[in-house]
């Protein structure tokens, strides 16, 4: 007789409304993207970075810290999300999703992209 007393719980349950989702994240990887909220909507960067490109994250150790928004932008992205990110009206947004995206590229190789100044506490 316990069968019974699953069913009634199962209906009770399949009763309740589901839960609101919350807010959306700033930034959230799907599969293979980057989607960002931005002040301008939501835009989607792809992750997927070619063998060549992957290879100059490698040498990044040469860019001065003032260039890497401009490496990530030129020499990594696509031209199609460089553009994109160019095209926001608030540059730290631009600078802040470049550095997201450059951590979710680092995060899909299995590498830890360290923040510039890495080096001092705080």
């Known amino acids: 007789m316990t069968a019974p007393k699953a069913i009634a719980a199962t209906?009770?349950?399949?009763?309740?409304?589901?839960?609101?989702?919350?807010?959306?994240?700033e930034y959230q990887v799907v599969e293979t993207n980057l989607h960002c909220k931005t002040l301008d909507g939501e835009i989607s960067l792809s992750l997927l970075v070619p063998y060549q490109k992957i290879k100059l994250i490698m040498s990044m150790d040469d860019v001065e810290e003032k260039d890497v928004i401009d490496f990530v932008l030129d020499e990594l992205m696509s031209t199609e999300d460089a553009d994109k990110l160019k095209q926001l009206r608030d540059g730290t947004e631009t600078m802040k999703?470049?550095?997201?995206?450059?951590?979710?590229?680092?995060?899909r190789l299995g590498m830890s992209v360290e923040k510039s100044g890495g080096s001092s506490a705080s």
């Open 11 to 25: 209906k009770t349950a399949a009763k309740k409304p589901a839960a609101e989702p919350g807010p959306k994240p």
């Open 97 to 107: 999703i470049a550095m997201r995206f450059m951590e979710a590229v680092g995060e």
